[in-house]
Each structure stands twice: as C-alpha cells, then as structure tokens.
C-alpha cells in the first residue's frame, strides 16, 4: 500500500482548549519510501487482542530506526527525539496480525522532519501516523541542523514541504493527579523515559475514563524530557468521547495527550 492522503481530527476545534490539525500529503514523486513487516506481538496487544498505543509508537520508532539505518546513516552522530505524534486508525490491527508498514518523510524544518508512515494489516488493520522528530546534539542537548545528506536521501533536493513545530496542546487546569511511577526499563539510551512509555500512561487512563472505548485519533505532545529523579503525576479529563490526559512533575508538563474514541464493538 502506498502512504496517500491522510487526515487526523483529535478534537473540534470549537471545543474548549481543542486541537484541529489535518495533512493532505502523499510522497514526493521519485522520494524514498521504505518498507518493512512485523506482527503484533503478545507484550503488543491489549486484552482485546488490539494493538496497543505504547506498541504501536514503538514499532513506529523500530520502523524510522531501519530506515535510517538501511539509509546508511546508522554512524550518524545526531539523536532524534520526538516532539509530537499523531495516530489514526480505521480498523486497529490484532494481536498476531503481520503490518507492512510504509515511511517516507512529509516535510522538514531546520532542525527538524515529520515522518509519515502508514500500516497495513494483513486481517485488515489500516492505520496512519505522523511523528515529528527534532534533530539533537548527543552531547550538548540542544536541537541539531538536519544532517547535510538528509534532503539528498528523503526527498527531492528543495521539494519538500516546511514543517511547524508548533505545541498546540492546552494544559491542565491544575497540577493534581495521581502518582506515575517509574521503571528502570521505562528509560532509554539517552536516559530519559522513552517517548512510547506516554503512551502507557494514556492507555491507562483510558481503561479507567473511557472503558469499552477504543482509540480512533490520537496526539501526543513532548515538552520537557522525564528524568529518573522526577516524581511524575498523571491527570485527565473525559469530555464526551474524548481523553485528555496530562504527565506533570514539580518540574512542569512533561506531556500531553488527546485521545478521540468510539465505543468498541
């Protein structure tokens, strides 16, 4: 399946604190597009058989770590740290289902790329995603130009569409929740939480919200790294079919998320 047209809608606008964002974008013709299967694992699946959220931003960082090797830039010195992904799914994969996932990049800015990827399942699953990554300095920590070759290999030299940024997520009302414990496991080479533990926390908070609902739309937003010191609470807010959820620390809003469902089947 090639990556097309896609549209993500979290929340209307019209609601308080909404977001409303939508991409209409298919490869650039003649740029890479790369490709790899992988099922849905038992640690992947939820007690449904659905592919978990958490999983699904795992396969999806498994699956940009590939290409980028198979690019030839695994020696490449920068890290990618993720600012921002969005998921849609029309049927969400199953456990042991096998998903052909496609990428290509969307669009760049200077320091950063929007990877596109969309999955297809062979029992039917169909799902689509946007991650935005910031190119990082390992050892200064601070945001990276894109490396030289990085337009020369993911698209047309000059052809691909700027990218913003931008957070649009609200914060909460207040600080409050309940406390979000940490794992040794939950932390990844670069010694923070890895991106798709979030995930964890608003699948949790799902069960516990929205129970018998199912993700259609989600959004995830990363402000500030967790460090293992950090004590981490997590707060959400259910307004109708949508799931805000919040991971925040004396230090600030780590993250955020919103999560638009439909009762499952």
Do not use: K
């Not at 659905?50 to 010195?77: I, M």
């Not at 894109?146 to 931008?166: M, N, Y």
């Not at 069960?207 to 707060?235: K, N, Q, W």
């Amino acid at each position: 399946m090639l990556p097309g047209r896609w549209y993500v809608r979290q929340v209307s606008a019209a609601e308080p604190g909404g977001v409303l964002r939508s991409t209409d974008r298919a490869p650039i013709p003649g740029s890479r597009v790369f490709r790899v299967t992988r099922p849905v694992r038992l640690a992947d699946a939820d007690a449904s058989g659905r592919l978990r959220l958490d999983a699904l931003a795992r396969h999806l960082q498994d699956v940009a770590t590939d290409d980028y090797n198979a690019a030839g830039l695994g020696d490449d010195p920068v890290v990618w740290v993720v600012r921002r992904a969005a998921f849609r799914s029309t049927r969400w994969p199953r456990y042991l289902e096998r998903i052909t996932y496609a990428t290509f990049c969307g669009g760049t800015g200077p320091q950063w790329a929007e990877r596109r990827t969309s999955g297809q399942g062979d029992g039917g699953g169909l799902l689509e995603a946007s991650v935005l990554w910031v190119s990082t300095d390992p050892l200064a920590g601070r945001p990276a130009n894109l490396p030289s070759q990085f337009r020369r290999i993911w698209g047309v030299e000059g052809q691909l569409q700027p990218i913003s940024a931008r957070l649009l997520h609200r914060a909460p009302e207040a600080q409050q929740g309940r406390p979000w414990m940490l794992r040794a496991a939950d932390l990844d080479v670069l010694g923070h939480v890895n991106n798709a533990r979030h995930w964890e926390a608003v699948e949790d908070e799902l069960s516990r919200r929205l129970p018998g609902h199912i993700p259609v739309t989600a959004e995830c937003e990363y402000r500030l790294p967790i460090d293992p010191d950090d004590r981490v609470l997590v707060a959400s807010q259910a307004a109708g079919p949508t799931l805000w959820t919040w991971l925040v620390s004396d230090r600030g809003l780590h993250a955020s998320a919103v999560v638009g469902t439909e009762p499952a089947d």
